[in-house]
């Protein structure tokens, strides 16, 4: 797969022109104090004086920004391929909308949960931590993890009242935790997986085979009564020892790397992927973050540093071979998804079921000021 970027809109100079053009697209204007201009949105400095005493300053709205990059690629994939799953891993956040005259209220976000069949988290069936003071009591937990709590749960309860199932990610590696992490999860109404480290580098010995692991074929991401993720196949050795040890398994859902080490998969190793050991048939995922780029991705060019291209962001300090991504830029939505060089186009061609797109909580380090801009 090779990515033909495609072309970047300059809209901070067509910004300004228009604005003192005084066009009626510039009259359009979000609030007080702001503008709109191609769908953008800009804040006025010094607005109340009636003159541009500064340069327009591009207002983002990262999380309607997010919604809107994985609606295209949905609806991008399903034009080719009808039925392409979407899951969206640190969606969850995303499936309501907040009030923006009360943040206490919050609305379901129906369109996106209409491009998405499911939504993927970590840790949703853990308690909550126990605090304890010097006295040994249990002390009251801070009221933003409190609220921060319950607006995971109300979420929880909007995807799944909206059908969008929500896939519990977590890790554990004593088989008495496994089994709790499993109930817990299965009593909310989630669809688990206990992976033994955050790695995820191998199929879990316990519980043997599969957590429910059952005969039925899937078509859909919501029949699914287990998962399993497999986001790094390095100890599994040659390609076809990690074939075998997948087909040795009966998930209902397989999600790996489209890559084993250099190597991408064939559409041959993925044909076989898609049937349990038991011989019915499952769902194959790739996993694809859309957050960040990689120096070692096959799209990445050796000149390319933060800024350049501008979608390029910082390192990542826990991993400093790979680079934050601005995602509402139109060159990097184009290396992802809407033509026969993007990342998805390459997915399809393989012959994936379908995509857990990782990531989609990156609006919410930008949103908290984690880069200037």
Same mark, same amino acid.
């Not at 790094?232 to 020892?241: I, L, P, V, W």
């Not at 190793?269 to 019915?280: D, F, P, R, T, V």
């Given at each position: 797969m090779r990515i033909k970027p495609a072309p970047l809109k300059r809209l901070a100079a067509c910004a300004a022109a228009c604005l003192l053009a005084g066009t009626a697209a510039a009259q359009d204007a979000a609030t007080p104090g702001q503008v709109r201009i191609q769908g953008q949105i800009f804040a006025v400095p010094d607005a109340g004086s009636g003159e541009i005493t500064a340069p327009l300053v591009e207002v983002i709205p990262f999380r309607d920004e997010m919604r809107a990059f994985v609606q295209n690629i949905s609806a991008y994939a399903r034009s080719l391929k009808p039925g392409f799953v979407v899951i969206g891993r640190g969606g969850l956040g995303l499936v309501t909308k907040p009030n923006p005259e009360d943040d206490t209220q919050a609305f379901?976000?129906?369109?996106?949960?209409?491009?998405?069949?499911?939504?993927?988290?970590?840790?949703l069936s853990r308690p909550l931590p126990v605090i304890k003071g010097n006295d040994g009591k249990p002390k009251k937990l801070p009221p933003e993890v409190l609220d921060a709590h319950k607006r995971q749960e109300e979420n929880i309860d909007t995807a799944i009242r909206?059908?969008?199932?929500?896939? =519990?990610?977590?890790?554990? !590696?004593? %088989?008495?935790?496994?089994?709790?992490? *499993?109930?817990?999860?299965? +009593?909310?109404?989630?669809?688990?997986?206990?992976?033994? =480290?955050?790695?995820?580098? !191998?199929? %879990?010995?316990?519980?043997?085979?599969? *957590?429910?692991?059952?005969? +039925?074929?899937?078509?859909?991401?919501?029949?699914?009564?287990?998962?399993?993720?497999?986001?790094?196949?390095?100890?599994?050795?040659?390609? *076809?020892?990690?074939?075998q040890a997948l087909r040795d398994s009966n998930h209902d859902i397989v999600v790996v790397d489209v890559y084993h080490g250099r190597t991408p998969l064939t559409p041959d190793?993925?044909?076989?992927?898609?049937?349990?050991?038991?011989?019915?048939r499952r769902l194959v995922l790739a996993q694809l973050d859309i957050s960040s780029a990689a120096t070692y991705h096959f799209f990445w060019q050796p000149h390319w540093k933060p800024g350049d291209p501008e979608f390029i962001g910082n390192p990542i300090a826990e991993d400093p071979d790979r680079h934050r991504v601005r995602y509402w830029k139109e060159q990097w939505q184009g290396i992802v998804s809407g033509n026969t060089s993007s990342y998805i186009y390459g997915i399809i061609d393989l012959g994936f079921d379908g995509v857990v797109l990782n990531g989609l909580d990156a609006w919410h380090f930008y949103e908290t000021g984690g880069e200037d801009e």
């Open positions: 379901p976000a129906r369109t996106f949960m209409r491009a998405i069949d499911g939504v993927m988290e970590t840790g909206f059908g969008v199932p929500v896939f =519990d990610l977590d890790y554990a !590696q004593k %088989p008495a935790e496994i089994d709790k992490l *499993y109930f817990r999860s299965a +009593k909310r109404g989630l669809i688990p997986f206990v992976a033994g =480290d955050e790695v995820m580098g !191998q199929v %879990p010995r316990w519980p043997k085979g599969a *957590y429910r692991a059952n005969p +039925k074929s899937l078509t859909t991401a919501g029949q699914a009564e287990n998962f399993l993720y497999v986001a790094n196949s390095q100890a599994f050795g040659s390609g *076809y020892d990690y074939i190793a993925i044909n076989q992927l898609k049937y349990k050991k038991l011989g019915s």
